[in-house]
T-cell receptor, first 113, second 118 residues
Framework: DAMVIQNPRYQVTQFGKPVTLSCSQT?????MYWYQQKSSQAPKLLFH???????NEADTPDNFQSRRPNTSFCFLDIRSPGLGDAAMYLC????????????FGPGTRLLVL | AQSVTQLGSHVSVSEGALVLLRCNYS??????LFWYVQYPNQGLQLLLK??????LVKGINGFEAEFKKSETSFHLTKPSAHMSDAAEYFC????????????????FGTGTQLKVEL
């Protein structure tokens, strides 16, 4: 089945220690998104890729970076995680047309100690 | 700017009872509207979406929603709740304008936790 996969499902890191979350997709969609969802809150878009073009939301902290080496994979790098970065991180994909559905992965829950 | 308001962060119904989850939106352009469901520790799954075709939209698992422009609402309903419907439900709005390059930006409501009791 075509799907969006996120690894790991749970990630524990230490305060200030860089961490990378990964997302892969078999849908061959050219748009990939990263959302941050804090406890009991709505998902919030951090950035998205259209093919290799990276687009940052205006209020996404510089501490968050992303890489997309190819169509299938996308990585979220948190350079110096703080306690406030503990959250569920959701990856999603879609085709480029504006009305297209976004398909979400299962998420990675990040804990910062 | 677009926004979504979901009235009631927690809704509790009895199994077999009607489910009604409320969503009101604000958009400067004709909106596209979505309902997603999230089970514990899982990603979001699309239930249904409105993209300016029929105002009554049917989705998966027996859910449907009606777009009412005059009320700026897109409430989600299901005639008979099942225990497996217990989850968090998010309403989201997207305008016609794509993000830079492609794709669409979803603005989510804060979610409604649905509890189904025996």
């Amino acid at each position: 089945d075509a799907m969006v996969i996120q690894n790991p499902r749970y990630q524990v890191t230490q305060f200030g220690k860089p961490v990378t979350l990964s997302c892969s997709q078999t849908l061959n969609h050219n748009v990939m998104y990263w959302y941050q969802q804090k406890s009991s809150q709505a998902p919030k878009l951090l950035f998205h890729y259209y093919d290799k073009d990276f687009n940052n939301e205006a209020d996404t902290p510089d501490n968050f970076q992303s890489r997309r080496p190819n169509t299938s994979f996308c990585f979220l790098d948190i350079r110096s995680p703080g306690l406030g970065d503990a959250a569920m991180y959701l990856c999603a994909t879609s085709r480029a047309e504006g009305t297209e559905t976004q398909y979400f992965g299962p998420g990675t829950r990040l804990l910062v100690l | 700017a677009q926004s979504v308001t979901q009235l009631g962060s927690h809704v509790s119904v009895s199994e077999g009872a009607l489910v009604l989850l409320r969503c009101n939106y604000s958009s400067s352009v004709p909106p596209y509207l979505f309902w997603y469901v999230q089970y514990p520790n899982q990603g979001l799954q699309l239930l249904l979406k409105y993209t300016s075709a029929a105002t009554l939209v049917k989705g998966i698992n027996g859910f449907e929603a009606e777009f009412k422009k005059s009320e700026t609402s897109f409430h989600l309903t299901k005639p008979s709740a099942h225990m497996s419907d217990a989850a968090e439900y998010f309403c989201a709005v997207s305008d016609h304008r794509v993000l830079t390059g492609g794709g669409n930006k979803l603005t989510f409501g804060t979610g409604t936790q649905l509890k189904v009791e025996l």
